[in-house]
C-alpha cells in the first residue's frame, strides 16, 4: 500500500511538471499572433508579386491559429494539473485514467507518463485506494 502512495504521488507530480512544460511550450506560439498582428496592422510591407491570400488575410489566419493552439495548450495543462491533483487525493479514478490515455498522444515524454498511469491505475491495491470495486477471481464449480 505504501509503494503504491509513493508510486501515486510521484505521478502527481510528474503531471504537474507536465502541464508547466505544456503551458511553456503553447507560449511558443504567441509568435504567431504578433506576426499576424504586425502584417495586419501593415499589410502593405508585406505585399509581394504573385499572393492567393493578402497580407492581412494570412495575418488574421495566424492569429487565429496562434490563440487556437495557445487555448489548448492551457486548456490541457488545467487538465494535467487536475489529473496530478486527482492521483494525490487518489479521487476520480475515471477521469485520471482518461487522462492518462490523452497524455499518450503527447510522445515522447507524455506516452511514457500516461502509459506508466496506466501501468499503477490498473493495479487492484490502487483500485482501492480509489474506493473502485475490484473483480474477484472465484474458482468454478463444475
Known amino acids: 500500500m505504501e509503494r503504491d502512495l509513493n508510486h501515486l ?3 502527481s507530480v510528474f503531471y504537474y511538471i507536465f502541464g508547466g512544460l505544456t503551458i511553456v511550450f503553447s ?3 504567441s ?3 504578433v506576426m499576424g498582428v504586425f502584417m495586419v496592422a501593415d499589410p502593405s510591407r508585406f505585399a509581394g508579386s504573385s499572393q492567393d491570400l493578402s497580407p492581412e488575410t ?3 489566419i495566424l492569429i487565429a491559429i496562434g490563440i487556437v493552439v495557445i487555448a489548448m495548450g492551457l486548456l490541457m495543462s488545467v487538465l494535467y494539473f487536475f489529473a496530478g491533483g486527482s492521483l ?3 479521487k476520480r479514478y ?3 485514467l482518461v487522462i492518462a490515455g490523452i497524455t499518450c498522444l503527447s510522445f515522447p515524454f507524455g506516452t511514457t507518463l ?6 499503477v491505475l490498473m493495479r487492484d491495491s490502487v483500485k482501492l485506494l480509489f474506493g473502485r470495486p475490484v473483480a474477484v477471481n472465484t474458482p468454478s464449480t463444475s
Do not use: E, N, S
Open 9 to 11: 504521488k510521484l505521478l
Open 27 to 29: 507560449l511558443i506560439f
Open 94 to 96: 475515471t477521469f485520471a
Open 114 to 119: 500516461g502509459v506508466f498511469t496506466i501501468m
Open 31 to 33: 509568435i504567431y499572433i
Open 58 to 60: 494570412f495575418g488574421w
Open 88 to 90: 494525490r487525493k487518489q
